[in-house]
């Protein structure tokens, strides 16, 4: 597919050149130091904590976005399917330097699962070993409210949820996006 | 090359920045035109003199009235994917950039300047991502220009327009 | 062979035990201690009392690895130890099986054989201890990472527990 291979070049041009590097240990502490807060906080309540992690992605996305589109200097995408691709492999590159997979597409193009090989904010991390945080706390939900915040920012609004992670045992760690619906330009308040 | 103005609009058609570099002596009292009707009316018949009797506020909608209108025909005429990146008066050159999160900057200058699109392009990225969208003090909207007028960003935009 | 493993943390507190035997030279890895039951908590006072020792030879030394530092002459049992930079000491209580000394309590009687499971003191023994130890230090390493472990409590971890257990089975 010819915008992946682009959105490909973009990211690895960008991820090399534009990008400042941090120590990935330090990236992976201060999350996971994050979340196992949030759950004491909330009193290891993980819908909470999911709850969490989406709002600080939400807020998180919404000023990315404006980074990614500084560094990459790209347009706005012509479809949804060249959007996935620019997520996977411009975005995710450039932020975590992983490219999630694209793959399980619906009929309409409405719907795609990022496939995730390694996660950088998940190293080290071993689950609370209490019986509920395997069947209920999405530890990477932040990214799922960044993705949600970055794409409302280019008038898009969708729905994104971890459907496995393999924190919990599942043998993949796969999230589901899904486009609800593009968001019209804001008219200019009436004066009188 | 002399710039007029400066302004950003944010993706809920609000006016976040703006500033003025126009001379103090422009001033004079001329009634302001209807924002609504005639957008680039004072420009064309009353010069100079007419757009800076205009208070501050209206002269931001009038400026996004205008460009709001025409980004929408630009739009109809050349397909979705369509911008204007500038026009021009006998008195002014507006020159438009947006990104595509909906952020508008709008460049008044004289006639005479060329293009202003790496420009605008360059304020967006060193300017406005680096000291307003980068500021984790910054609120991520900007209801009435909270959080873009700080210094740093007023600094670097001066230093970028004054070079 | 048989080994008992302890994490003990800065205030003296164990953080994680293991007990297991050898694997090598048809090793089944099941320990077999020749005090029997009461080595259960026999080796826990003897991993202790050689704290004390750790104490003055941790100075002595700017390495990590501190060898067999102690032993117990009465089960035939020499202490390891590898201490971290925050003062955790990994000790490794290793006691050669009943059978192949003749003598409790004398170490030089039967030391024929330098393989590891017969000989506690053979450069081969300690280099494979060295070996464990360094695999060990990297996994608790790993472990301190995850968040949701609070530094100071027992690891409780199956998944270090089991990287361990595969850690003696591939050098002891």
Redesign the interface.
Known sequence: MASGQKAARVGEEVWKTRVEKVNA?LV??T???I??QL?TDYDYDYAQVNQQLDKMGY?IG??L???F??KS????CGNFRDTAEMISKVGFKIFLNVTPTVTNWTADNKQFSLLFDENPLA???????DGRAQDELWFSNILCGVLRGALE???MSIEARFVSDVLRGNDVTEMRVTLLRYIE?????D?? | MVVYSFYIFDRHAACIYKKTWLPSSFSSSVTPARPSSQPSQPYVNGGLQARAALSADNDAKLVFGTVFSLRTMVRKLGGEDDSFLSYRTSQYKLHYYETPTNIKFVMLTDTKSGSMRIALQQIYVNCYVEYVVKNPLSPVEHPGGLGVNNELFEASLEQFVVC | MSYYFVIISPADTPLFELTFGTSKAGGDGVPRFRNGETARYMNQFIVHAALDVVEEVQWLSPNMWLKVIDNYAPTNSHISCFLTGTNVRFMLLHQPSAITTASAGSRSSTISSTSIPQNPTSPQTEEAIRQFMNEVFELWVKTLMNPFYTIGKPIKSPVFRQRVVGAGRKWL
């Open positions: 240990e992976t502490l999350y996971g130091t979340v196992a759950c807020n919404m000023r976005i404006e980074d589109l500084a200097n790209i347009g706005r190293d080290f991390v071993e689950l609370p070993d920012m280019v008038q330009d804001e008219m200019p308040p004066d009188d």
